[in-house]
């Protein structure tokens, strides 16, 4: 892949990746730092002519983040530790969301189990269809389907119960 095309896949599909890459850590630095990386495996290793280029960069950001947070997990600092213990529960997503329902439907995702919040993670606030889902999840369409509508019926029950 040539430096053009870099550009062009960067102003075309960076914000929405970082947005995902956001969405799964919760952390301005790491999403940075994440999307970066996603494009850089992109320009030394995405092969030319690659049939969808949004889901190969979504699955490179998945997969590094996953990786990432593998690597979180061995080591944890005494700083992290007095950081969370002063912060709370409060993150910085729900410092950020100021619109009490926002934050309703924040704290309602964060109940739902892994898989089914990256799918409405994906198909919501990455406008990827199911079928680019499913091929970055390795599931069928019709899996991501039911996914997500059992993820949108867990919501609105967290939802309804929460207001």
Same mark, same amino acid.
């Given at each position: &892949?040539?430096?053009? &095309?870099? $550009?062009?896949?960067? *102003? +075309? @599909?960076?914000?929405?990746? @970082?947005? @995902?890459?956001?969405?799964?850590? *919760?952390?301005?630095?790491?999403?940075?730092?994440?999307?970066?990386?996603?494009?850089?495996?992109?320009?030394?290793?995405?092969?030319? *002519? !690659?049939? $969808?280029?949004?889901?190969?960069?979504?699955?490179?950001?998945?997969?590094? @983040?996953?990786?990432?947070? #593998? #690597?979180? #997990?061995?080591?944890?600092?005494?700083?992290?530790?007095? %950081?969370?213990? %002063?912060?709370? /529960?409060?993150?910085?997503?729900?410092?950020? =969301?100021?619109?009490? #329902?926002?934050?309703?439907?924040?704290?309602?995702? *964060?109940?739902?189990?892994?898989?089914?919040? /990256?799918?409405?993670?994906?198909?919501?606030?990455? $406008?990827?269809?199911?079928?680019?889902?499913?091929?970055?999840? !390795?599931?069928?369409?019709?899996?991501?389907? =039911?996914?997500?509508? +059992?993820? +949108?019926? /867990?919501?609105?029950?967290?939802?309804?119960? /929460?207001?």
């Amino acid at each position: &892949m040539d430096r053009e &095309m870099l $550009n062009i896949f960067y *102003g +075309r @599909y960076g914000r929405e990746i @970082y947005l @995902y890459l956001y969405s799964l850590s *919760g952390d301005l630095t790491i999403s940075e730092d994440l999307l970066q990386e996603t494009f850089l495996k992109a320009l030394l290793s995405l092969p030319d *002519g !690659h049939a $969808n280029v949004r889901a190969w960069l979504y699955t490179v950001a998945r997969n590094l @983040y996953f990786n990432a947070l #593998k #690597k979180e #997990k061995r080591k944890i600092s005494l700083e992290q530790i007095k %950081e969370t213990q %002063e912060s709370g /529960e409060s993150g910085i997503l729900e410092r950020l =969301v100021a619109d009490e #329902k926002c934050r309703a439907l924040y704290k309602a995702m *964060g109940k739902l189990d892994k898989r089914k919040r /990256e799918v409405v993670q994906m198909q919501y606030f990455g $406008n990827l269809s199911q079928k680019e889902i499913a091929a970055i999840l !390795h599931l069928t369409p019709e899996n991501v389907r =039911v996914i997500s509508y +059992r993820a +949108r019926r /867990e919501l609105k029950s967290y939802l309804e119960g /929460e207001l």
